[in-house]
C-alpha cells in the first residue's frame, strides 16, 4: 500500500492565491508555490506541468466559485440578488475577488492551457452568456442586443466597478455599496425585474 500525498493540487492552488493575491503575478512561480506550501518543488511539478496550468486551475476555481451562486440567483429570476452577488462574494471572499477582478486570464497564464483546461474555461463563458440571455428573454421577452447590453451592464458592469477601486486599494467593499448598487439596478431594469 503506497503512502498517502501529503500535498495535493488544492494546497498550491491555495498557495498560488495566497501569492497572486497579495504580490500580483509575478510573484507566482513555481519556487514561491514550493514554498509557500511547505513542499518540495518537484511535488508541485508532480502535480502542474507548469506555472500555466497551475494558475489555469486556479483562475477555473474562482470563476466556477463566484459563477455558481450569481446563476443560481439569476435562475430563480432575482436579478437584484443576482447583481449584488459580486459584491458580497467578494466581502466573502476577498482574495478571490482581488484575483478575479483585477487581473485578466492574459495576466496570468501566458502559454497555452491544456485542452482539457481551455474546454473548462469555455464551458464557464458558455454559461454565463446562456444565462444572461435566457435572463433577458424571460424580463423582456426577447434579447435584442440593447436588451443585453441594458442587463450585462447592471448584472455585470455596475457590480463590478462599484467594487474594483475598493479591491484595488486593498479594501473590503463598504455596506453602502449595496444601496448604491440597488439603486443603479433599479433605474437601468426597473423595479418589476
Known amino acids: 500500500m503506497g503512502r498517502k500525498a501529503r500535498f495535493n493540487k488544492d494546497h498550491f492552488v491555495d498557495a498560488a492565491l495566497k501569492l497572486l493575491a497579495e504580490q500580483g503575478p509575478a510573484a507566482v512561480t ?8 511547505g513542499a518540495p518543488i518537484g511535488s508541485v511539478y508532480h502535480r502542474f506541468v507548469s506555472r500555466d496550468v497551475l494558475l489555469a ?13 450569481f446563476l443560481e440567483t439569476l435562475k430563480r429570476d432575482d436579478g437584484l440578488n443576482a447583481a449584488l452577488h459580486t459584491v458580497r462574494w467578494v466581502r466573502k471572499h476577498p482574495k478571490e475577488g482581488r484575483v478575479l477582478l483585477l487581473h485578466r486570464r492574459e ?10 483546461v481551455k474546454e473548462r474555461a469555455e464551458g ?14 424571460r424580463l423582456y421577452g426577447r434579447s435584442t442586443r440593447q436588451h443585453l447590453l441594458r442587463v450585462t451592464f447592471a448584472l455585470i458592469d455596475v457590480p463590478y466597478a462599484s467594487v474594483r477601486r475598493h479591491l484595488e486599494a486593498g479594501n473590503v467593499p463598504p455596506k453602502a455599496i449595496d444601496d448604491f448598487v440597488k439603486d443603479t439596478y433599479f433605474t437601468i431594469l426597473g423595479r418589476e425585474s
Open 124 to 137: 464557464l463563458t458558455r454559461e454565463i452568456n446562456e444565462e444572461i440571455r435566457s435572463f433577458t428573454l
Open 30 to 37: 513555481m519556487a514561491a508555490v514550493a514554498g509557500e506550501s
Open 107 to 116: 495576466d496570468l497564464a501566458s502559454g497555452e492551457w491544456p485542452d482539457d
Open 57 to 69: 486551475e486556479l483562475w477555473l476555481r474562482i470563476v466556477g466559485s463566484f459563477q455558481r451562486g
